[in-house]
């Protein structure tokens, strides 16, 4: 998902993103907020164990300062590759804005 939407390898596909659309995607202010961060406090990993049609699942809690001082929480989804060329390999399938997520489930 997070491939299809901001770019995943630096070339543009049909369908898929460009670094350059990654770049442009990355200036959002939520986005900029981990960008030059004071610190930041990460939670333990959860790992869901992969099964026949999907590989591993773990997300992370992560809390960054920003560089006002505000906590900023941002939940990180990996998924593990299971077929070549990227097999074993973690790659980011979704980072969200803890506040903005909870905003859409209500």
Known sequence: MCRA???GDGVSRAGGASFEDFVKYAQ???FQSMV???GFERQPVNVIPGSETRG???TQLVRITDTKGKLRPFLWTLQQERRPPRQGCWLVRECLYVENAI????
């Open 5 to 7: 939407a901001v770019g």
């Open 28 to 30: 959002n202010p939520t």
């Open 36 to 38: 030059g961060c004071t």
């Open 56 to 58: 591993a699942l773990a």
């Open 103 to 106: 905003l859409q489930t209500i």
